[in-house]
């Protein structure tokens, strides 16, 4: 089958509240063309199977809430998930499933999605659900791809999709810089209001701005300015509980002045008495509708690479940043990727630089490594230092005596390197400038897709080595290309590898998953564990959390419980399953390879 287009134009963030701005409209046309050049997968075919329905809920008893919901918040903002799934791409993503399906197309899928316009809307869907005992999974934009994106952990659950209807910026205070933001919200969105503004102030993005502000903070996500921990510099919280309860976190849990929210809400994280806010990072104990986020001073900044040429540098590459990162010599998340990554951030196809089905070669990736404009090579170290010019200078003859340690290295600025070279996206990037530039990964292979494995190191050179080691003999196992990316600070390492692999070729998916299932035992048997997972690997890596007999999971199961009696808000996510559901087969653990239909089990 040859590919097909996608329809239409790509909406603008003046069109739509997920859009693309005006300054990267083109650069979305271009990806968008290259992406469907390169697919062999129709944009949507018809369902195999009926509307999945909720778990244990008949269709006349679905029906019959569908209708009262709608009588509830309206006919238009509840949709049966009856019609042809279509995976479109990462600026028109599905709500109804998993655009980058591991599993089978029809499996993680929702069986209604509802829009709720409102903190009111949201209580009173939560509600229902409790009255008919149907699962809902909140998502705020569905943009977490690689993770999952808006696919619901339980199929047939009802996707309550917040962003469509809830995508304010409730307020930028420039004296104390900080925002307030809806779920809805994008990186590109709070970063072109803020301009709009002329306000001084930056935002911190991921690789991608198409993202929810928001939603990722909620999972923990990371960006690259000194701001880039995003959910420790989120600041104050309103929260729907899975009874319908509202919940303000940090001062806001004390009312303002005649009726205002509280003057402090987005000044001090914390409150009097427990801080909360963490249990609803990565749970379900709750919906966030509103958060507030700290904003970044504008500043001088220099971003610049050094390239290393062996890949027997790692280790010392990660002991010469521990020092630099813990001193703040460092100005930002810095992050270390192999060479490999220079070519897929490129937009070109593996078949561009390999022969064949099977991962490219060491010499392979030097060949074509000499031909791009760091030259031969294996690690390149992306960073930005912030402050004034002369700081800038001085704390950049710091990083340079230390890294000159490594014979061989090389020196870049953006200056050196022609203005399509990735350096300057990451100089956007490191200065709060939200991109699009690293959608060009999926490229690499037809009908790309993605999942990322994501486990955390000490950033000592021989705890990295272990680490990387391993992850490396799972890769050649399993015949997979490694794009590791190491986001290194003082003391830890986010290791992120991105697994490629076609949506239409059944056995890379399996290799993918094998490889998946692998490393997260082989990691925890040294005591690495992920930070973060897709959600079909969530209950595995949940379990190597076991310490004291799963102490931490019966904590977590205590508190579900409690707040979520009836087990309707996001069975399973992060692996934390209610009383309703837990131990009744839905677990999926490292056994679990066969993702062809998703459901209890025996």
């Known amino acids: 089958m040859t590919a097909q287009e996608a329809p239409g134009v790509i909406p603008s963030l003046q069109e739509k509240y997920s859009g693309t701005p005006a300054r990267l409209g083109q650069e979305a046309q271009d990806a968008r063309a290259r992406l469907f050049a390169n697919r062999t997968l129709p944009v949507s075919r018809p369902r195999k199977n009926a509307t999945r329905l909720p778990p244990g809920v008949s269709l006349e008893d679905f029906d019959a809430a569908i209708k009262e919901l709608r009588g509830a918040i309206g006919d238009d903002n509840v949709e049966v998930n009856d019609i042809p799934l279509v995976d479109g791409w990462y600026m028109d993503h599905p709500n109804t499933h998993d655009a980058f399906h591991i599993a089978d197309q029809e499996e993680l899928v929702s069986s209604a999605t509802v829009y709720p316009g409102s903190t009111e809307e949201v209580q009173t869907t939560v509600r229902w659900a409790n009255k008919f005992r149907i699962p809902i999974y909140p998502i705020s934009i569905g943009r977490n791809l690689g993770y999952g994106g808006a696919a619901p952990r339980m199929p047939g659950a009802v996707v309550v999709d917040l962003g469509r209807r809830m995508h304010q910026i409730l307020n930028i205070d420039a004296e104390n810089a900080s925002c307030v933001v809806e779920p809805g919200v994008t990186y590109f969105r709070l970063y072109e209001e803020i301009q709009s503004r002329k306000l001084p102030l930056w935002i911190d993005t991921p690789d991608l701005g198409g993202g929810s502000v928001l939603g990722n903070a909620i999972d923990r996500g990371v960006g690259y300015t000194p701001y880039g921990d ?19 976190t940090g001062m806001g849990a004390m009312p303002g002045p005649d009726g205002a929210d509280n003057p402090t809400w987005q000044s001090f994280q914390h409150a009097f008495g427990p801080s909360i806010d963490g249990i609803f990072s990565q749970s379900n104990f709750g919906i966030v509708t509103k958060m507030g986020f700290h904003l970044m001073p504008e500043t001088e900044h220099q971003s610049y690479c050094f390239t290393f040429p062996r890949d027997d540098d790692f280790e010392q590459i990660v002991d010469l940043i ?24 490129t937009g070109r196809r593996k078949a561009d630089f390999h ?58 600025v953006p200056s050196d390197l022609p203005s399509d070279h990735y350096l300057h996206d990451r100089a956007r990037v490191c200065s709060g400038v939200p991109v699009l530039r690293e959608i060009e990964w999926l ?56 697994i490629i692999f076609d949506r239409a070729d059944a056995d890379a998916k399996t290799r993918a998953v094998i490889c998946m299932r692998e490393m997260i035992a082989e990691c925890a048997a040294l005591g690495f564990g992920e930070y973060r997972t897709h959600l079909l690997f969530a ?54 390879i066969d993702l062809t239909s998703i459901g209890p089990r025996s």
């Open 230 to 248: 995003h959910f420790a510099n989120h600041c104050g919280m309103e929260v729907v509980l899975p009874n319908g309860e509202l919940l303000r």
């Open 322 to 345: 521990r020092p630099l990162a813990q001193k703040r010599i460092l100005g930002n998340i810095p992050q270390l990727r192999h060479v490999i990554q220079e070519f897929n951030v």
């Open 355 to 412: 022969d064949g089905s099977g991962p490219m070669t060491r010499e392979e990736i030097r060949t074509a490594a000499a031909k791009l404009p760091l030259g031969d090579c294996s690690w390149v170290f992306y960073g930005t230092q912030y402050g004034p010019a002369e700081s800038i200078a001085a704390q950049l003859d710091i990083i340079k005596a230390a890294f000159t340690q490594v014979a061989g290295s090389r020196f870049f």
């Open 443 to 498: 490229n690499w292979v037809p009908n790309g897709a993605h999942l990322f494995f994501s486990p955390i190191a000490p950033t000592r050179g021989k705890d990295a080595g272990a680490i990387h080691d391993l992850i490396v003999a799972a890769h050649c196992r399993h015949a997979i290309d490694l794009f590791p990316t190491l986001c290194i600070a003082g003391r830890e390492i986010h290791y992120i590898t991105n």
């Open 539 to 592: 209950d595995q890596v949940a379990a190597t959390y076991n310490w004291n007999g799963s102490a931490l999971m019966r904590f977590n199961e205590s508190i579900k419980d409690v707040l979520d009696p009836n087990g309707i808000l996001a069975p399973g996510r992060n692996g934390i399953w209610p009383k309703r559901f837990r131990g009744k087969g839905w677990e999926l653990g490292f056994d679990d």
